[in-house]
């Protein structure tokens, strides 16, 4: 029993976050107010992002089961390449984030390996 409402909390908080992410995509300026976000303060809400990052990555290393490295990756890879088409829709630079897009394949690709 305990399971099932661990599992029901992940998707309820999961169901919270995409409320998050269609809303920052279909009215930001709204979904920046609504999570109270502030924009002089992104620089430091990115830099806990990625310290949250390297804490899943360690995490997933620490585990040690292939399955979460893998999914865990490949959601760092769509994110990387989303960030990506952002940038290149603009005329910015995008070259970094494909690239660490990319550099993710090779943890999915041992992972992989390791899986099948």
């Known amino acids: 029993m305990l399971a099932v409402l661990m599992q029901a909390a992940s ?25 109270t976000h502030r924009p002089e303060k992104l620089p430091m809400v990115m830099a806990g992002r990625y310290m949250a990052f390297t804490a899943l990555a360690f995490g997933a290393a620490l585990y040690g089961d292939p399955v979460p490295i893998l999914y865990l990756f ?10 990506a088409w952002i940038y290149a829709r603009e005329g910015q630079p995008w070259g970094p984030h494909a690239a ?13 390996a390791l899986i099948l």
């Open 100 to 112: 660490a897009g990319a550099a993710c394949f090779v943890t999915i690709a041992l992972a992989a």
């Open 74 to 83: 490949a959601v760092f890879s769509a994110v990387s390449f989303f960030d």
């Open 11 to 35: 998707v309820i908080g999961g169901l919270v976050t995409l409320t998050l992410a269609v809303g920052f995509a279909c009215n930001p300026q709204g979904a920046m107010e609504k999570a």
